[in-house]
């Protein structure tokens, strides 16, 4: 996937670990489908991506510094194998 905000321009997989979900203690790191809704400092309670390899943060409290993709869950991704013929 292909974002661009604020004359940026970033190539994203089409799913991400989410780190962690806000209710739930430790790491979890399940895979979403996910939106970009902004590029900004990330505010309490916002998701925002990071990391060469992409993984999706829940900010505990607003956070000073870089601005950065901001991430809505869309809908979990599962993973499956499938078999197919022997040629």
Do not use: C
Not at 9 to 36: C, K, M, Q
Not at 56 to 77: F, K, S, W
Request: aromatic fraction near 14%; proline fraction near 7%.
């Amino acid at each position: 996937m292909i974002v661009r905000f604020k004359g940026k321009r970033w190539t994203l997989p089409d799913v991400i670990p989410f780190e962690r979900t806000p209710h739930a203690s430790g790491i979890l790191n399940t895979h979403w489908y996910y939106n970009i809704i902004d590029y900004r400092k990330p505010k309490k309670g916002d998701w925002y991506l990071s990391g060469a390899e992409v993984i999706a943060y829940y900010a505990p409290n607003d956070l000073p510094g870089m601005d950065y993709l901001i991430a809505e869950q869309r809908v979990q991704a599962v993973k499956k194998s499938i078999w197919v013929e022997k040629e």
